[in-house]
């Protein structure tokens, strides 16, 4: 597979969300609003591509038995200076994210990537499937929050467009599944058509 | 290919690996703990000086916390040349609708009501998150108000209070927080 292809089949093809239907939790849970979203996906993005670098030049050295509990380990170690980093540069984004940063390291795309890409491939190979699959999931992140803000709130960033309220229900739990179920649907509509379905 | 999984291999291994990752995340909290903290105290020192009348001392150098029933509410005098012009009174609840709600309430010296800030909250967005000064015009009806004749609970509950709609909860929360602070203003807080 071509560098390109790797980089960009987290877009579509395989997107982390919408395809390979993982990270359901964040992508539910932090999509009230644009910036929420585009924050966890970035986040999750540096801790995809750092990770997946780290423990596919480690795969070497480390024995078959233990590999998860050493991958775990990478991946919440960047998940934590993620963390802090957060706290201490961008307060307001850290207190909107709360408690979905930390868990960012059960995240299953973070540690599918590097059981099933990772541990198997190169380096560079390895780095810019995570910077793909994180962008991926930003981007899927960021349709579904577009969608919930602008619908729920009327609003694209916190700039409002109408006035007075939009329709709630999409900023509560149901709407993200209503949002989400919508999505996938589509999604699915443009991967059939691209590989020749009708 | 990968080191055969003995056991000599697998504990070295994730020893090495749990080193490093402490090595690499006590340098990363070094580097990040004067940011958070200055971080941490900006806030507060924004929220005092939105909810309090000009002032010329440091409430943060003067502060003194109270014990009240369930938790510490922290008081900030302010003062303008040796007068004592109000406090701030961080408060809180635990009456929200999702977790612990923190506000900052601005009293002015006969138990007045001059502003009030969210500190923390993690109301529902488009609902309860409207206790928010910037959100919508609840807090604002409790602004230059005195508690002794305006009563804090929600029209429902037989108060002066317009509770937010569909945010009962977070509103009779927010009523909750208030009412701790001036109470221990009133109570215990003499200058």
């Not at chain 2, 909860?169 to 009523?175: E, K, L, T, V």
């Amino acid at each position: 597979m071509s560098l390109w292809a790797n980089f960009t089949k987290g877009f579509l093809k395989e997107n982390p969300v919408f395809i390979l239907v993982l990270g359901t939790c964040p992508a539910l849970a932090v999509t009230t609003s644009v910036s929420n979203g585009i924050g966890m996906g970035l986040s999750t993005t540096f801790v995809l591509a750092m990770s997946n670098l780290v423990i596919s030049a480690l795969k070497n050295f480390i024995p078959d038995k233990v590999r998860i509990p050493c991958f775990i380990v990478v991946i919440a170690s960047f998940v934590t200076i993620v963390d802090l980093v957060m706290a201490g540069f961008f307060q307001a984004i850290h207190a909107q994210l709360g408690i979905f940063i930390p868990l960012i390291v059960v995240n299953c795309i973070v540690l599918g990537r590097a059981e099933a890409f990772a541990a198997k491939n190169g380096l560079l190979a390895s780095f810019v499937d995570g910077l793909g699959m994180g962008l991926g999931f930003t981007l899927a992140l960021t349709i579904i929050s577009f969608f919930r803000e602008a619908l729920g709130a009327g609003a694209f960033l916190g700039h409002k467009f109408i006035r007075g309220d939009g329709i709630l229900v999409f900023v509560l739990a149901p709407g993200a599944f209503f949002v989400f179920g919508y999505v996938i649907a589509i999604v699915n509509r443009i991967n059939k058509m691209a590989s020749g379905g009708k | 290919m990968a080191k055969p999984s003995t056991f000599a291999n697998m504990v070295s291994t994730l020893l090495v690996i749990c080193l490093a990752s402490s090595a690499a995340l006590g340098v990363a909290y070094e580097l990040t703990k004067e940011p958070i903290a200055k971080a941490i105290l900006a806030k507060k020192i924004s929220a005092v000086e939105q909810v309090l009348p000009s002032f010329d001392n440091d409430p943060l150098e003067e502060a003194s916390s109270v014990s009240v029933d369930e938790g510490v509410l922290v008081f900030y005098p302010a003062k303008k040349k040796g007068k004592f012009v109000g406090a701030a009174v961080e408060t809180f609840t635990r009456k929200g609708f999702s977790g612990e709600i923190k506000l900052m309430v601005g009293l002015l010296p006969d138990g007045t009501i001059n502003k009030i800030v969210v500190v923390q909250a993690s109301e529902t967005p488009g609902l309860g998150d409207k206790i928010a000064e910037e959100k919508s015009d609840f807090a604002k009806q409790f602004f230059g108000k005195d508690p002794s004749t305006f009563i804090m609970k929600v029209k429902k509950d037989g108060g002066s209070v317009d509770a937010i709609t569909a945010a009962t909860i977070s509103s009779r929360a927010f009523c909750d927080a208030v009412t701790r602070a001036y109470d221990a203003y009133k109570r215990g807080f003499k200058r």
